[in-house]
């Protein structure tokens, strides 16, 4: 029901995912969009996705909005690189804003090894 809609936005989607790496992004949506697709739900138009090694990490708890959202996302062969990548939660609150934000990796900077290694 809003896959059309999501593609829409893909494009610019994309090059925020990108800007993730400096910083958390946002991109104000045009509410019309999701008003004029029908169905509207109690709790309004709000969903959070997670995306953990390039998979929807929590896919049955996401409103119908936000399963059309994730499968958009995952088509996008751009998208799905930087999936793999990095980890990102995305989000949409009721005021229609998409946020984007990249989970810092566990990894520890070769730097640090090298350092603890000539310190032995």
Request: charged share 20%; hydrophobic share 40%.
């Amino acid at each position: 029901m809003y896959t059309q809609i999501w593609n829409k936005y893909l494009p610019v989607i994309r090059i925020l995912i990108k800007r993730t790496a400096t910083a958390d992004q946002a991109l104000n949506l045009n509410p019309s969009d999701f008003k004029n697709a029908g169905a509207v739900r109690k709790s309004g138009y709000k969903f959070e996705v997670e995306f953990v090694n390039g998979k929807v990490n929590n896919l049955i708890n996401l409103p119908d909005m936000g399963k059309d959202f994730a499968t958009s996302f995952l088509l996008d062969k751009t998208i799905q690189e930087l999936l793999t990548q990095h980890d990102f939660v995305i989000s949409m609150n009721g005021k229609f804003q998409l946020s984007l934000h990249r989970i810092p990796s566990a990894e520890v900077p070769v730097e640090e090894v090298a350092e603890e290694s000539s310190a032995s």
